[in-house]
T-cell receptor, first 115, second 112 residues
């Protein structure tokens, strides 16, 4: 079964410092990987995706993610964190078990950026 | 603004009561989904509809039913609410072949 793991419940970083939110995956086919962000009392918003091509994927709000096939990882990164980046981040992978596109989400990582 | 609209935003039910959560999208997407979000468990798929006229079970369908009323609307029904169904429910939609989902703002449901 397809799955993603987010090993950290919370990541704390100071404003201006680089941030990394970790995600590892397990799939039976080609990995289609995604990052979503959830701000308080809001639905999830799409940040970026990896389907194929360059291992470094750029997304919204200055975020990027690095796909590493050998380590089965897809970590979310940003060079300089902002207080406004504080939110809940979800990694997701496409479910290949069915003929229909479905996403399987991780448990989420709360990012807290301090001033 | 284009997007996914969910109603209601908040609801408190007594055990055994029934209710329907409404979801509508105006992006002409073919596919729609219902997820529930619980602390420490992420989002779990309840039901989905690949296209108008079809629905399928997801990971946690027990205690729920769905209706794809037309291309725009996908409702989730709790026939006899239980405290274990206390959660935040999200509806989402996507276009065929496009793996990005658009989510609604959620319904926070409490069953007492």
């Amino acid at each position: 079964a397809q799955s993603v793991a987010q090993p950290e419940d919370q990541v704390n970083v100071a404003e201006g410092n680089p941030l990394t939110v970790k995600c590892t995956y397990s799939v039976s086919g080609n990995p289609y990987l995604f990052w979503y962000v959830q701000y308080p009392n809001r639905g999830l918003q799409f940040l970026l995706k990896y389907i194929t091509g360059d291992n470094l994927v750029k997304g919204s709000y200055g975020f990027e993610a690095e796909f590493n096939k050998s380590q089965t990882s897809f970590h979310l990164k940003k060079p300089s964190a902002l207080v406004s980046d504080s939110a809940l981040y979800f990694c997701a992978v496409r479910d290949w078990n069915t003929g229909f596109q479905k996403l399987v989400f991780g448990t989420g990582t709360r990012l807290l950026v301090s001033p | 603004n284009a997007g996914v609209t969910q109603t209601p935003k908040f609801q408190v039910l007594k055990t055994g009561q029934s209710m329907t959560l409404q979801c509508a999208q105006d992006m002409n997407h073919n596919s729609m989904y219902w997820y529930r979000q619980d602390p420490g468990m992420g989002l779990r798929l309840i039901y989905y509809s690949a296209s108008e006229g079809t629905t399928d079970k997801g990971e946690v369908p027990n205690g729920y039913n769905v209706s794809r009323l037309n291309k725009r609307e996908f409702s989730l029904r709790l026939e006899s609410a239980a405290p274990s169904q206390t959660s935040v429910y999200f509806c989402a939609s996507s276009e065929t072949g496009d793996y990005g989902y658009t989510f609604g703002s959620g319904t926070r449901l409490t069953v007492v």
